[in-house]
DNA sequence: TTCCTTGCAAAACTTTTGCATTAAA
DNA sequence: TTTAATGCAAAAGTTTTGCAAGGAA
């Protein structure tokens, strides 16, 4: 399956999107980028491979870190730490928070207009934020 | 070194915290327990580790997994997600938040009377909100 | 005895690295 | 021609597991 499979739109508009975040679009990272940045999902480095891999492409595990770290690295898509083991790759770059249902794993966006803050606290001195992660744990509601 | 050489108002001490969490208070728990509880802190795993091999002491990797990961379930302790690599364990359960300084790696706890929240997000039908996990990266200011 | 805890080694799993090959500028 | 990207295998790091030995109830 060749890159030129993909709808030549997508391929452009692709394109775009990595060279304006410094990324050179090559085959591998556009077949990446197809399966990632299309829609808000959070997917694990091994759920990329295998994405590619079912579509019977020849990809390897080194280039799916490298790519997607490079990505992260970028501002192409955000990198979260939520249980222990893995780590997930979050195409939506805006601003915003998640649900964490323990019991299943399962991760949702929370839109940062639902959440507002009364008061944060002062950054140590020389320090400025960065970043807020807000992850709001989930559970099944006893009866 | 044994067990007594540990203060024994300590141990005592250490004793009902782990029996009051339904956690059989044995040797090498309460030595976990000593190094770990005493103040709040974020260690990892192999900090404990190392910190008791330090003190003569003779563990396994396995214990020290076993135990903390039987002390994050019966709410002596929290085990938090933060890099993409290890996770801390923090001896700190009041409900607080933490400052993540994305250059050092360092974690500093952020008390709950400093974050207040004036909008918060509706949990999804059947679940409820079982804890709020905040962290605020920091950087160096730029000049 | 019986059940639980511990140590040790090995396994499993995620992520990174070294290096030769290939592709792109 | 020169630099960067890719695939593959191996390595590195963290966490878990299997099992035998030891301890507590």
Redesign the pocket.
């Known amino acids: 399956m060749a890159i030129m499979d993909l709808d030549p739109g997508l391929i452009e508009d692709l394109n775009k999107r990595l060279a304006g975040h410094g990324v ?1 679009p ?4 556009l077949r990446i980028a197809s399966l990632l940045l299309g829609r808000p999902q959070h997917l ?3 759920q990329v491979l295998a994405g590619l891999r079912n579509q019977g492409l ?6 799916i ?3 997607l ?1 490079l990505f992260a690295a970028s501002g192409l898509i955000r990198q979260l730490s939520v249980g ?4 997930w790759f979050d195409s939506n770059t805006d601003a915003h928070y998640h649900f964490h249902d323990v019991d299943s794993g399962a991760l949702t966006d929370v839109c940062l207009r639902d959440v507002e803050f009364q008061r944060l606290p002062e950054p140590p001195p020389g320090m400025r934020v960065d970043g807020i992660d807000l992850i709001i744990r989930l559970r099944r509601k006893e009866a």
Do not use: L
Request: proline share 0%.
């Open positions: 050179r090559t085959a591998q990272r694990s480095a091994e020849r990809v390897s595990k080194a280039t870190y490298n790519t770290n222990s083991d893995r780590c």
